[in-house]
């Protein structure tokens, strides 16, 4: 049952936002594969509605941390995580910045469209990321014009998106860009007014929206990838989903948002058998994470703890398990700006290769960041989750507890999180600073119950705190 | 960790404090400043024109030359412009300007502007001025987060909210369990890690207490008769002059000022922006001479455009070609650049059209005041102005 737990909570913390201990308990009962398959095909998320997010932010529509908040209070609600954490992944893969686009509405169409589409088929989603407003003015797709060719998207999907460089020719790339001329804006012009003298007024700033110019495009004979026809946009996206280079490509990028940092030669099997589900489902998102996630890899020890937690998982991770923003509050904005302060302001990716992800996420401001964040939410008695660790905490043992059991049991509320000898020693030492600890006296938010939050606290500073 | 006496540095101008252990002050209106109603061209018809509800009263003006005068909050700065140590350098930004904020700040911050560029021009600096890291405080941001400016992968960079609370912890009162969670902290990641990840968390969480505690001796070895006011600049400034006065090596100070993004309300809200902002120069600057640094020091002044030329009834839209400051008593003052037209025709789609590169200004500072070669880090050569002394 324990390892169980264990193996839940892994999986909760890669397919979603880390879980408190009585949503890890619902997933165990229901068992592991069970859990992946509700993960995999969400139902209603019950997300905070926009209607009571409204009363308190009058517009969360303009500006990046605005948007990213919109985004922070579904991730924070969601009762189906994975269906979150997908766009998040695409926002990482498919990187697209406020800074040039200057429209957050449309970003946040991009969002859902990744929420609509980020679990089914690479082939539509790529089909349909070629017609996203936000991604065509990002990449400057409006520039390319039959006889005039901009290849910024057709280069970037075959490098960035979609491929990896050494898959493709540098007349692949032309002939993509040609394919995809006429995938334009249908308000670009009023758009680019709008952009331009940067108003708000009087009524926000409306969203691009998608237009097949057909007398743009160049309709004539290409040859990519070795096949040859008239093709358009649509066979390029084609094309490009059943090349093997893709199938590898997408599931190695799934492979090290999901499973590890770092790809070893076991990890490559696991690739191999995510690209085999990649073909056998017509190239299926959802079949390609079924494979992962059931592997035997993935369940294993050394699959634990091997990822860095990024910003966002980090934070959003810390606010579940806090019980924090169950209502909406304006410091939601700040905790978007936490999270760029960590380095992943959303909507701002330093450039469309996203973020750099791993041990790079690691600097010493940023890390200041991010054990001050997560201390002062586990360590705050006056939200709901924390005290509902306490709780179950106290009512694990008998009225009084050693500081080893005090440790070992908010060690285990918390993740189980796997810690060090020297980590548990010093935690040890911290929780034993004031002798034993009686919790059966306890009254809801007292001296007793502060102890524990403040170990608590420390317990989000280690550094095993700071993998997932 | 080697700090303190500034031993590190390049090409000369190493030294201590006094010797010449050359400091910058990079100051960002973040925004938009409004050049027009910062440098005021009081005698152009044209000015009023463009400005029915906004022009200043040209009897308040604080009256420099060519027709130029400053807004009259900038009399800090007006006092340092008399005793010859502020360029104004007119007219500045780059080709086919971008009027998104986080765009444009992006091209002053990575000196890029054709591309998105991933390092910043003065992370490249701190990197060159200590190339192995030896001092985690060669650079130091007041305000929170890593601006992108100062991000260069591999370069420590501190980012002070508040220095009096700078570091881990600061939400924990109680400064027995404060002291207890950071002596925790220190023995957790001190100790040898399971793999290379471990360790190299290990070894960032010990770099971010040593920074931290080196840091926090500023305050205690501070006195100074200047009385800064209580706003976010000035206490920037403030904690500033503090770590430069504690001579803790940092070469490189950077802190931000703002909203100026006037698009209603400009009357008020660029007089508090500009009171709050020139007093505190002014202070700073005053710190900085009672301190004996005032020839180690330059205050860069920029911010990422200037706005429309007309005004929409209550404030300004953005728009380009804007103006920088560069302060100091090395500073050769005067103007540099020139004060663009407001003639219909020279406008660009309604904006003020710049006529020198920012990194024409970057590339004068770095050659000459920090003594580094600025190509590789302005991503090119740039003509300079002479705007120091020596």
């Keep these: 049952m324990d390892n169980d737990i264990a193996l839940t909570a892994h999986l909760m913390r890669r397919a979603g936002f880390s879980a408190t201990r009585d949503e890890l308990e619902r997933y165990t009962a229901q068992g592991y594969e069970a859990t992946v398959e509700e993960l995999l095909n969400p139902g209603d998320p019950q997300v905070m509605p926009e209607d009571i997010i409204r009363r308190l932010h009058s517009s969360l529509d303009e500006g990046p941390e605005g948007a990213a908040a919109k985004w922070l209070y579904r991730m924070i609600t969601t009762r189906c995580p994975l269906e979150e954490k997908m766009p998040l992944f695409w926002h990482g893969l498919f990187a697209t910045a406020y800074s040039k686009t200057n429209n957050s509405r449309s970003i946040l169409n991009q969002f859902e469209m990744f929420r609509r589409m980020g679990l089914g088929s690479f082939k539509d989603l790529l089909a349909e990321l070629s017609r996203d407003p936000a991604m065509i003015f990002w990449l400057d797709n409006n520039d390319n014009h039959d006889g005039a060719v901009n290849e910024n998207y057709g280069r970037e999907l075959l490098e960035l998106f979609a491929m990896g460089v050494g898959n493709y020719t540098e007349q692949d790339v032309k002939e993509a860009a040609r394919a995809f001329t006429g995938w334009t804006l249908g308000n670009v012009d009023y758009m680019r007014v709008k952009a331009n003298k940067d108003s708000f007024s009087p009524f926000g700033r409306i969203a691009w929206h998608f237009q097949y110019d057909a007398a743009d495009h160049d309709d004539g004979v290409k040859t990519f990838l070795g096949e040859t026809g008239q093709f358009d946009g649509e066979d390029i996206v084609e094309i490009i989903a059943r090349q093997p280079a893709a199938a590898r490509f997408l599931c190695g990028r799934l492979f090290q948002f999901f499973a590890a940092d770092e790809v070893d030669a076991e990890g490559e099997r696991v690739i191999d058998e995510m690209t085999r589900s990649y073909f056998e489902s017509g190239y299926e998102v959802r079949s390609v994470l079924r494979t992962l996630f059931n592997s035997a890899y993935f369940k294993s020890e050394r699959a634990r703890f091997a990822r860095v937690k990024n910003p966002v998982e980090l934070v959003v991770g810390a606010i579940r398990q806090a019980g924090d923003f169950r209502s909406p509050s304006l410091a939601i904005e700040q905790v978007a700006s936490i999270c760029f302060y960590m380095g992943q302001g959303i909507m701002r990716p330093p450039s469309v290769e996203g973020w750099h992800e791993g041990e790079e996420w690691i600097e010493s401001g940023a890390l200041i960041e991010r054990v001050n964040f997560v201390s002062e939410e586990l360590s705050n008695v006056d939200l709901p989750g924390v005290r509902r660790i306490i709780e179950r905490v106290a009512a694990s043992n008998g009225a009084t507890m050693t500081p080893d059991e005090l440790v070992e049991r908010c060690l285990d509320m918390l993740g189980p999180v796997e810690v060090s000898e020297d980590t548990r020693e010093v935690l040890t030492s911290y929780a034993g600073r004031l002798g034993n600890i009686d919790l059966g006296s306890r009254e809801p938010g007292g001296r007793e119950d502060r102890r524990v939050a403040d170990l608590l606290g420390l317990i989000g500073s280690t550094r095993e705190f700071q993998m997932a | ?390």
């Design chain 2, 1 to 390: 960790m080697a700090h303190g006496n500034g031993t590190n540095g390049a090409n000369g101008v190493n030294g201590k404090n006094g010797t010449g252990a050359r400091n910058l002050v990079a100051l960002q209106l973040g925004g938009g400043n409004d050049y027009l109603n910062t440098i005021v061209p009081y005698e152009n018809g044209l000015y009023y024109d463009n400005r029915p509800a906004i022009a200043h009263d040209p009897e308040r003006i604080l009256k420099i030359d060519d027709g130029l005068g400053f807004r009259p909050d900038l009399e800090p700065i007006k006092r340092l412009w008399d005793e010859g140590k502020v360029a104004i350098i007119h007219g500045i930004g780059y080709p086919e300007p971008n009027r998104s904020h986080f765009r444009s700040m992006d091209i002053w911050h990575t000196a890029l502007p054709e591309e998105i560029g991933t390092e910043g021009w003065l992370g490249r600096v701190i990197r060159e001025l200590d190339p192995k890291s030896e001092n985690v405080l060669t650079g130091v941001n007041f305000g929170r987060g890593l601006p992108r400016s100062m991000g260069v992968k591999g370069v420590p960079v501190a980012s002070v909210g508040n220095l009096d609370t700078y570091g881990l912890y600061p939400h924990i009162q109680d400064e027995e369990l404060r002291k207890y969670a950071l002596e925790s902290f220190a023995m957790m990641y001190g100790a040898k890690g399971k793999d290379a990840v471990m360790d190299f968390l290990g070894e960032t969480g010990q770099n971010a207490l040593k920074g931290a505690d080196i840091i926090r001796t500023a305050p205690g070895k501070y006195s100074s008769t200047v009385e800064y006011a209580e706003n976010p600049i000035a206490q920037d400034l403030k904690n500033a002059a503090k770590v430069m006065f504690a001579d803790l090596g940092t070469r490189i100070f950077h802190t931000q000022y703002g909203s100026f993004d006037t698009h209603s309300g400009e009357i008020f809200k660029h007089d508090l922006l500009w009171q709050d902002t020139a007093r505190a120069v002014g202070d700073f600057w005053d710190d900085v001479v009672e301190h004996g640094m005032a020839d180690d020091t330059v205050i860069f002044m920029f911010t990422e455009f200037g706005r429309r030329v007309k005004d929409n009834g209550s404030g300004t839209d953005h728009g380009s070609g804007g103006a920088a400051f560069v302060i100091g008593d090395s500073v050769r003052g005067g103007h540099y650049g020139e004060y663009p037209s407001l003639e219909e025709k020279d406008l660009l789609e309604g904006d003020l059209h710049y006529n020198n590169d920012f990194r024409m200004t970057y590339s004068s500072i770095l050659e000459q005041w920090l003594g580094l070669d600025a190509a590789p880090i302005v991503n090119g050569r740039f003509e300079q102005f002479p705007i120091f002394k020596n």
